[in-house]
């Protein structure tokens, strides 16, 4: 099993980032899919999910979202008007009932 993010980086505020997430090892369209990220010294949080085939999308950030390509086995999160509390590390992860995977994430700093 493998999540592999990619997409992270340097951004200004206001600016915008796709972090991508390709999957592999499973059924990924049996997996609920979802973004979390930690930031220094804070504990990781939810940022957004989306459910299998059909499924909702939920995000706890107004200014991201969250989709997948059940074709290409990847999930996105769409970043926009990015802020410096944004920066953190943004980490992918795979959910079903009883298991559970994650990514090694990637670094998204935003800063002038």
């Known amino acids: 099993v493998q999540l592999v993010e990619s997409g992270g980086g340097l951004v200004q505020p206001g600016g915008s980032l796709r972090l991508s997430c390709a999957a592999s090892g499973f059924t990924f369209s049996s997996y609920t899919m979802s973004w979390y990220r930690q930031a220094p010294g804070k504990e990781r949080e939810l940022v957004a999910t989306?459910?299998?085939?059909?499924g909702s999308a939920d995000s706890v950030k107004g200014r991201f979202t969250i989709s997948r390509d059940n074709a290409k086995n990847t999930v996105y999160l769409q970043m926009n008007s990015l802020k410096p509390e944004d920066t953190a590390v943004y980490y992918c992860?795979?959910?079903?009932?009883?298991?559970?995977?994650w990514g090694q994430g990637t670094q998204v700093t935003v800063s002038s």
């Open positions: 992860n795979a959910f079903t009932y009883g298991q559970d995977y």
């Open positions: 989306i459910k299998r085939i059909g």
